[in-house]
C-alpha cells in the first residue's frame, strides 16, 4: 500500500513560485510512474503533469505547459512539482498520485491508484 505525502502548499502572488513535494512510501518507489492533480472548489479534479519511473519522460496540461516542471528523486522517493508564473487560475488543492504503472498513464484520475491528502495553492491577484 503506497503513501503519499504533500507539502509545500501556500499563498503567493501572481507571477510567483512555489516547490510543491511528495513524500512516497509503502513500495517501490521507482517502479512506478507519479503524476499531480488539481481541484479547484466547485470544479472536478484535472490532471496537472506525469513522470515516468524514471524521469526520461514527462506529461503536462496544456494549462502549466512551460510554466510548471515536473521530476523526481528516486534515492529520496520524491517527487516534485516546480511551478512558476502563478496565476490566480492556478489556485486548488494539489494532490500526488502515483498509477500502478512504470510508464506514463492516460491523463485521467481513474487511472491513478494511490492518492495523497492534497496541498492548497492559492494564488491571488
Known amino acids: 500500500q503506497e503513501q503519499l505525502v504533500e507539502s509545500g502548499g501556500g499563498l503567493v502572488q501572481a507571477g510567483g513560485s512555489l516547490r510543491l513535494s511528495c513524500a512516497a512510501s509503502?513500495?517501490?518507489?521507482?517502479?512506478?510512474?507519479m503524476g499531480w492533480f488539481r481541484q479547484a472548489p466547485g470544479k472536478e479534479r484535472e490532471f496537472v503533469a506525469a513522470?515516468?519511473?524514471?524521469?526520461?519522460?514527462?506529461s503536462y496540461a496544456d494549462s502549466v505547459k512551460g510554466r510548471f516542471t515536473i521530476s523526481r528523486d528516486n534515492a529520496k522517493n520524491a517527487v516534485y512539482l516546480q511551478m512558476n508564473s502563478l496565476k490566480p487560475e492556478d489556485t486548488a488543492v494539489y494532490y500526488c498520485?502515483?498509477?500502478?504503472?512504470?510508464?506514463?498513464?492516460?491523463?485521467?484520475?481513474?487511472?491513478?491508484?494511490?492518492w495523497g491528502q492534497g496541498t492548497q495553492v492559492t494564488v491571488s491577484s
Open positions: 513522470i515516468n519511473w524514471s524521469g526520461s519522460s514527462t
Open positions: 509503502g513500495r517501490t518507489f521507482n517502479r512506478y510512474a
Open positions: 498520485a502515483a498509477p500502478d504503472s512504470i510508464r506514463l498513464v492516460p491523463p485521467s484520475a481513474a487511472n491513478y491508484n494511490y
